[in-house]
């Protein structure tokens, strides 16, 4: 089974930019749908941002929509959220997650993955 592992994560002021890293381990890493989810101290899991296991096809959500841009590099078993023009609110922790293309759950659903990473702290200050 594929294993994840984030990094990238870190402080930066209002405005700025970071690069999330999603690295995959194990078999099949291109049989996967990855996602990224956010949370916040006190709130819900939130959707950010999926991709197909072709990179064909992405998926954000509504408040990341032209801010955050979602890709892979399946030769290097890896999946990148690039953030820019981060604002307050971005703040949370950030978990990529592994969807099977067999299994026919929404991929803006946390309850549709079945791998998860052990997430990376993002802080963004005003």
């Known amino acids: 089974q594929v294993q994840l592992v984030e990094s990238g994560g870190g402080s930066v002021q209002a405005g700025g930019s970071l690069r999330l890293d999603c690295a995959a381990s194990?078999?099949?890493?291109?049989?996967?749908?990855v996602g990224w989810f956010r949370q916040a101290p006190g709130k819900e899991r939130e959707f950010v941002a999926a991709?197909?296991?072709?990179?064909?096809?992405?998926y954000y959500a509504d408040s990341v929509k032209g801010r955050f841009t979602i890709s892979r590099d399946n030769a290097k078993n890896t999946v990148y959220l690039e953030m820019n023009s981060l604002k307050a609110e971005d703040t949370a922790v950030y978990y990529c997650?592994?969807?099977?293309?067999?299994?026919?759950?929404?991929?803006?659903?946390?309850?549709?993955?079945?791998?998860w990473g052990r997430g990376t702290q993002v802080t963004v200050s005003s």
């Open positions: 997650a592994a969807k099977s293309v067999t299994f026919l759950g929404s991929e803006m659903r946390w309850d549709s993955y079945n791998t």
């Open positions: 194990g078999r099949a890493f291109n049989s996967y749908t």
């Open positions: 991709i197909s296991w072709g990179g064909g096809t992405t």
